[in-house]
């Protein structure tokens, strides 16, 4: 970090900004943003994700990179984080996969319009289609070689993400199912491993 602050004059780490939290595989971590600012407008986010035990840091992974004239939010001492959706996200895959379930679906797999409908029956975007047909794609019939590892809570945006993994021939491919805390809900379900170290606005 030290080179990229003092590459420039006037060029400084201003603060840090706890992104969001949670729980993995691995174990506890938190996503920070260290926060370079210089003389112009544009704020640097540094994101790092960390893994922790009680008050010992265990290890730091750099996540990327964004610039914005905004300062990256923090999450809000006080206010409830509300339901967090942990409680209901396995019955809720459950249901994701009975609405996969159909014999003749995979045969219409890129039938995006098939997809949609079963994303607006489950109470999702229309967006998530294309991560319903990965998730058949993927599948292996009986969706019993995917699970959840891990979930991150953000207030920026107000979401518990899940991390959904599929693994088939030995690849692992990343899912995310979001549950709105807004809403009280799911409300998408997106391709890749969506978390506050590759998303610009948390």
Do not use: H
């Not at 679906?105 to 229309?126: H, W």
């Amino acid at each position: 970090m030290k080179k990229w602050v003092t590459d420039k004059p006037y060029q400084y780490i201003s603060d840090l900004t706890l992104l969001g939290y949670g729980r993995d595989t691995q174990g506890d971590f938190l996503y920070l943003s260290a926060n370079r600012y210089q003389d112009t407008p544009t704020i640097w986010s540094y994101r790092y994700r960390i893994y922790y035990q009680g008050d010992r840091l265990l290890s730091s992974y750099y996540a990327g990179r964004f610039e914005d004239t905004v300062q990256p939010q923090f999450i809000a001492p006080k206010v409830g984080l509300g339901t967090p959706g942990n409680a209901t996200a396995v019955n809720f895959l459950t249901q994701i996969k009975n609405g996969l379930s159909r014999a003749d679906l995979y045969e219409k797999i890129n039938d995006r319009s098939l997809f949609v409908g079963i994303a607006r029956q489950l109470g999702l975007d229309d967006a998530s289609a294309a991560g319903l047909q990965e998730y058949l794609r993927r599948s292996n019939g009986k969706f019993n070689n995917s699970a959840i590892t891990g979930y991150t809570i953000t207030d920026a945006p107000r979401v518990t993400r899940f991390s959904l993994v599929v693994k088939k021939a030995g690849t692992r491919y990343p899912l995310t199912l979001s549950f709105d805390r807004n809403k009280s809900k799911f409300t998408q379900l997106r391709m890749g491993n969506v978390n506050p170290g590759n998303q610009k606005n948390g």
